[in-house]
């Protein structure tokens, strides 16, 4: 899937660079192209009207500044005079080689007044033309296109050598992009399959709990059916359903669902209950809580939701810390943040594993995978911390592994 994805993430890049590359060389062909010929028809212009004619009259070269080696594409001029025994031309200048052949020479000039426009080209013989009809006579100019076509060809051949290397160079950036944008979707796709695998695990032992236990009700006597089995199915039901109420509030997390209803909240409020809640969880757990919270720490957000994450920080901490050990809870103001740290000695979290410890069903090692619960509260813990324009991070060295929680304080 991911590489089909990443080939059709190509295809689609390629397709607009080559439809680019395509507008760029055909607009330049065609403006360069338009530029020649205006320049070759500039160049007839000024031939015909500065040269002499056959008779001698009209301007002289020196009058108007015309000399043959001005002009870079090879031109000739002929008079066509009409009388009653036919056409009459004479070549009055130019630095076109081909006048000798008058044969050749004949069929350039019946082609050219054959013609319905007083300009434009002759195919057969590569020459751009104009006609200027002065009455008793016509001037006929001509100017040799293999210039124009050879300049051309060279224009188009050289952007086609840009556009083939541009080409390559961009498909090689976008199959490096292909990987880039699609990490996410992989990164997606791999959790997904994860996360299904993890909660189908987590649901099959309760399921199979559940079903032994109704097996072993429907075989017994209804007088001899023991109520501890009826207990079993109770408890595990309940789990699932703790289970099944995480996975949908992750769920609406992920769809970007805000939940929270945000009002002004005391956060020190907040983590002292949850503090004093949890003092004899941590008593039977045999450690001891201790909590240090600033006065009027005022946020905007859901009392619930942040006391979940209080909860869920404390919770993990009083199970995962080290026996005998003291917890600490911590809550500090800032100009701008509330920062609130909980902390627990313990076993340091290696860096390679710290960075996975908010995924869902993660756990840090396999001591934690005895604990209760489905290693889903780290995850739900971040989703509300960034519901709330916070965030949640963990560090850990040998003195403690710590969980800072910030958010912005209300204005």
């Not at 390629?14 to 607009?27: E, F, N, P, Q």
């Not at 556009?163 to 997606?188: D, K, N, Q, Y």
């Not at 060295?397 to 958010?407: H, N, P, V, Y």
Request: hydrophobic share 45%; glycine share 6%.
């Amino acid at each position: 899937m991911i590489r089909k994805l990443r080939l059709k993430f190509v295809v689609v890049c390629m397709a607009m660079v080559t439809s680019v590359l395509a507008v760029i060389i055909v607009s330049a062909f065609l403006s360069a192209k338009q530029n020649i010929e205006f320049i070759s028809t500039q160049v007839l212009q000024r031939v015909i009207r500065e040269t002499p004619s056959a008779d001698g009259t009209g301007p002289s070269p020196p009058a108007f500044g015309l000399n043959p080696e001005e002009v870079l594409l090879p031109y000739f001029t002929v008079e066509v005079w009409t009388g009653r025994g036919g056409h009459t031309a004479y070549v009055t200048g130019g630095t076109y080689a081909n006048l000798e052949d008058t044969d050749i020479l004949a069929d350039i000039i019946s082609d050219c007044l054959s013609e319905k426009t007083p300009e434009g080209t002759i195919s057969d013989y590569n020459l751009r033309y104009l006609r200027q009809d002065d009455g008793i006579y016509q001037k006929l100019a001509f100017v040799d296109m293999s210039m124009e076509q050879a300049t051309l060809q060279e224009m188009v051949g050289s952007h086609l050598q840009i556009a083939a290397a541009a080409f390559f160079l961009l498909l090689g950036v976008s199959i490096l992009l292909s990987h880039w944008a699609t990490a996410p979707v992989e990164r997606a796709w791999q959790q997904q399959r994860q996360f299904l695998s993890d909660a189908s695990h987590e649901l099959k032992t309760p399921l199979t709990v559940i079903l032994s236990n109704a097996e072993l009700l429907e075989a017994a006597p209804l007088e001899e059916r023991p109520a501890r089995w009826a207990d079993n199915i109770r408890s595990e039901a309940g789990q699932m359903k703790n289970l099944v109420e995480e996975m949908l509030t992750l769920a609406r997390a992920d769809n970007a669902v805000r939940t929270a209803v945000m009002t002004e909240v005391s956060l020190s409020d907040a983590a002292a209950d949850c503090a004093l809640a949890f003092e004899p969880v941590a008593f039977e757990a045999g450690k001891t809580l201790d909590y240090q919270i600033a006065e009027e720490v005022m946020v905007l957000g859901d009392p619930d939701k942040l006391k979940q994450v209080i909860s869920i920080l404390l919770d993990n901490a009083i199970k995962y810390g080290a026996a005998g050990g003291t917890i600490t809870l911590m809550l500090q103001k800032t100009d701008r943040q509330a920062k609130l740290t909980v902390a627990n000695p313990g076993d340091p979290i290696p860096p390679e594993q710290l960075k996975h410890l908010f995924e869902r069903f993660y756990r840090a090692d396999a001591s934690r995978g005895e604990k209760s619960g489905f290693g889903l509260g780290l995850s739900i813990a971040s989703a509300i911390a960034g519901e709330h324009k916070g965030s949640l991070r963990a560090e850990s060295d040998a003195a403690s592994t710590r969980f800072l929680f910030t958010m912005p304080l209300k204005k």
